[in-house]
Nanobody
Framework: QEHLVDSGGGSVQAGGSLRLSCAHS????????MGWFRQLPGKEREGVAF???????AYADSVMARFTITKDNARNTLYLQMDSLKPEDTAMYYC???????????????????????WGQGTRVVVSE
């Protein structure tokens, strides 16, 4: 059973930075993508940033050039560096691992909870004016 642990959320002022981490247990799948979705109350989770086993990455337009996703394979940890944060980035952020899909495909999922995958418990990010 794959296991993901989200951490790194918090409260910052607009323009500030946070780094999210996702520690995972390692995967038996050859091809998969990992990254973060975010969710506001009453809304579907939306893709933020993903990286896949082929080295590809994908970012939502709203975070392009502000967020950077990286991975440390030796530590089985994924990172999301979030800079120039805006109040509209406020949400719960969920780390996810989606087998068989590329980073671009995972970013485009309209109903990610319907996809076969694994999820962290979420971490809250609050950006104030």
């Amino acid at each position: 059973q794959e296991h993901l642990v989200d951490s790194g959320g918090g409260s910052v002022q607009a323009g500030g930075s946070l780094r999210l981490s996702c520690a995972h247990s390692g995967y038996k799948y050859t091809h998969y993508s990992m990254g973060w979705f975010r969710q506001l109350p009453g809304k579907e989770r939306e893709g933020v940033a993903f990286i896949d086993t082929d080295g590809g990455s994908a970012y939502a337009d709203s975070v392009m050039a502000r967020f950077t996703i990286t991975k440390d394979n030796a530590r089985n940890t994924l990172y999301l560096q979030m800079d120039s944060l805006k109040p509209e980035d406020t949400a719960m952020y969920y780390c996810a691992a989606i087998p068989y899909l590329s980073a671009t495909q995972t970013l485009s999922l309209e109903k990610p909870l319907d996809a076969f995958g694994y999820w962290g418990q979420g971490t809250r990010v609050v950006v104030s004016e």
